[in-house]
C-alpha cells in the first residue's frame, strides 16, 4: 500500500519559535519529493522540492533520509504568516507521475 | 499571467447528472493531473497525464473519466455523480512529468456538491 504519513499537529507555537515537520513514506522505489503549503480553503503552492543532499532556502530547510524513508522540514524563527497546512508529497514508486499526498500538519503561529 | 484555470468554481448538481469540470493551463505543460480534496482524507491523486493522449490512474479514480486531447486542456468528466463525489477538486500541471521535481502549479479548486 503506498502511504505517506505526517506528524498529526495541530502545531501551535510563538512566533519566532522553531518547528519541525516529519513525513515517512512506505515506497522504497520513491524518487521525487516535496513540500507544499495550503492555506486555508485556497490551492497548494510547492514550498520545496527535498533533494538528497538536503537543501536550504531561507528559514526552511528540508532534509531527505533514504534509508529510514524519512522527510523532515524545518522552520526557524516562524512568522505569523507561515501559519497554513504542510503537505508532504511523493511520487509512488516507479511512476513520476504518480502523486502521493500526507494528510497534512497545520502550523499555527500566535503573536 | 501563468496560470491554471477550473470551471467552474461552484456547482451543485445532482445524482446521476453528468458533469465535466474543465481545466486549462497557458504554460504549455506537459504534465496535467487532478486530485480531489475531503477532510481527514488529504489530497488524492484521480488521473493524471504525462503528455496529449497519455493518461493514467491515480489512487481514486473510480467513478471518473478523463481526456486530454491537446496540451493545454484536460477535463475531468463525471458520467454519473454520486453524493460520495461531493469534494474539493484541483487541477494542477507541471513542466514535465517525466522526473517530477517540477513545480505543480494548482488551480483555484472547484468546490463540487452532489445530492
Known amino acids: 500500500r503506498k502511504e505517506v504519513e505526517q506528524d498529526p499537529g495541530p502545531f501551535n507555537v510563538p512566533e519566532g519559535a522553531t518547528v519541525a515537520f516529519n513525513c515517512t513514506y512506505s515506497n522504497s522505489a520513491s524518487q521525487s519529493f516535496f513540500w507544499y503549503r495550503q492555506d486555508c480553503r485556497k490551492e497548494p503552492k510547492l514550498l520545496m522540492s527535498v533533494y538528497s543532499s538536503g537543501n536550504e532556502d531561507g528559514r526552511f530547510t528540508a532534509q531527505l533520509n533514504r534509508a529510514s524513508q524519512y522527510i523532515s522540514l524545518l522552520i526557524r524563527d516562524s512568522k505569523l504568516s507561515d501559519s497554513a497546512t504542510y503537505l508532504c508529497v511523493v511520487n509512488a514508486g516507479g511512476s513520476q507521475g504518480n502523486l502521493i499526498f500526507g494528510k497534512g500538519t497545520k502550523l499555527s503561529v500566535k503573536p | 499571467e501563468a496560470q491554471v484555470t477550473q470551471n467552474p468554481r461552484y456547482l451543485i448538481t445532482v445524482t446521476g447528472k453528468k458533469l465535466t469540470v474543465t481545466c486549462s493551463q497557458n504554460m504549455n505543460h506537459e504534465y496535467m493531473s487532478w486530485y480531489r480534496q475531503d477532510p481527514g482524507l488529504g489530497l488524492r491523486q484521480i488521473y493524471y497525464s504525462m503528455n496529449v493522449e497519455v493518461t493514467d490512474k491515480g489512487d481514486v479514480p473510480e467513478g471518473y473519466k478523463v481526456s486530454r486531447k491537446e496540451k493545454r486542456n484536460f477535463p475531468l468528466i463525471l458520467e454519473s455523480p454520486s453524493p460520495n463525489q461531493t469534494s474539493l477538486y484541483f487541477c494542477?500541471?507541471?513542466?514535465?512529468?517525466?522526473?517530477?521535481?517540477?513545480?505543480?502549479?494548482f488551480g483555484p479548486g472547484t468546490r463540487l456538491t452532489v445530492t
Open positions: 494542477a500541471s507541471s513542466p514535465t512529468g517525466v522526473f517530477l521535481s517540477y513545480e505543480q502549479y
